[in-house]
């Protein structure tokens, strides 16, 4: 089973031939919605939007474990593909790209970011050196290109805290920390599928000029991210129905 988590912009899989819905109770409280069940090329799938289907949880806010926990021991998803919005800094990142990050710096705080919290179990630590899974990359990378459709292999994702977004001196700082993109939704989403044993992937649409770079030299443009989601996630989508195509 393949799960996709949907983020910004993509709360739905249009072409999703959709066989139930199923609303899901966990030891760590609600996921951010119903579990949405189908095929999709061929492929069993299930889906999830990280925001909640009316985009209305906060990046801060959403119940990560949840979500994961759902996904594994409910709907048995082996894989994860999770598509995000994020800013691009690099000045090959320009708004409209597709990014197949393959390094995360978690700049985040006090959000519940493992299943182990000791107590009567012993310490259980993961080995998070590489933290999106090789082969699932790869895979993602090839089908890409296999539709047409140009990513960047490659990135460092900065995971920050939101919902506000970054002042022009943060991104500076990220830039010298050897950030590349930056977004509020990577952890503890990559280390929770670690923990689960879920082979985790990325695919991350560039909505905007991060603080401080190109165009947002003086502000971000809201006006513009819409149209540019809107085109870059249909990108996504043909990847994605690629891939539970091959």
Known sequence: ??????????TRLA????????????????????????????????????HGYGHTIPPHLVNYRANLWAIAK??????????????????????????????????????????????????????FTHPYDTALRGELIQIARIVGQTVIDGS???????PRLETAAEINRLEQDGVDIVGMTGMPEAVLARELEISYAALCV???????????????HFESIEEVLHASLAQARLIIEGFCSS
Do not use: C
């Open 1 to 10: 089973m393949l799960a996709i988590i949907g983020g910004s912009g993509l």
């Open 15 to 50: 072409n999703l031939d959709v066989s139930r819905r199923e609303v899901v109770r966990t030891p760590f409280g609600d996921p951010s919605g119903a579990l949405t069940f189908g095929r999709l090329g061929g492929a069993e799938v299930v889906f999830l939007a990280r």
């Open 74 to 127: 409910v709907a048995k998803a082996d894989r994860i593909i999770s598509v995000a919005s994020v800013g691009g800094i690099r000045a090959h990142l320009g708004p409209g790209t597709l990014v197949v990050p393959h390094q995360i710096i978690d700049y985040t705080w006090g959000r519940s970011s493992t299943f182990f919290e000791g107590g009567e179990s012993k310490v259980i630590h993961v080995d």
């Open 156 to 162: 460092v994702y900065a995971a920050t805290q939101g």
């Open 206 to 220: 560039v909505a905007n000029w991060a603080a401080g770079r190109a165009d947002s030299s003086q502000g971000i």
